[in-house]
Nanobody, 114 residues
Framework: VQLQASGGGLVQTGGSLRLSCRAS????????VTWHRQTPGNQRELVAD?????NYTNSVKGRFTITRDAAENTVYLQMNSLKPEDTAVYYC???????????WGQGTLVTVSS
């Protein structure tokens, strides 16, 4: 099983990025897929999840959107109106719930400049 996260980069405040989490070895539509982020010295934070519906941490509501593409076996995180405090390494994961992660992808770095 492999989750491949991609799409990170450097963007200015107010800009947008779309992160992708492509899976091999599992069918993502059968799992709850989560996006997390982590900054140095801090715990990993759950940002968004998608199962039967989608949920977001308060700080990204209205700016981030998580979606699935079943045909591509990929989950996306569209990030708009980015802020410097969104700077982090973003990880995707899949499991039976947000607290039951089975698989982690590698991180992708998002840097938002002020």
């Amino acid at each position: 099983v492999q989750l491949q996260a991609s799409g990170g980069g450097l963007v200015q405040t107010g800009g947008s990025l779309r992160l992708s989490c492509r899976a091999s070895g599992i069918t993502l539509r059968n799992y709850v897929v989560t996006w997390h982020r982590q900054t140095p010295g801090n715990q990993r934070e759950l940002v968004a999840d998608i199962g039967g519906n989608s949920n977001y941490t308060n700080s990204v509501k209205g700016r981030f959107t998580i979606t699935r593409d079943a045909a591509e076996n990929t989950v996306y995180l569209q990030m708009n109106s980015l802020k410097p405090e969104d700077t982090a390494v973003y990880y995707c994961a899949a499991g039976r719930g947000t607290q039951a992660t089975l698989y982690w992808g590698q991180g992708t770095l998002v840097t938002v400049s002020s």
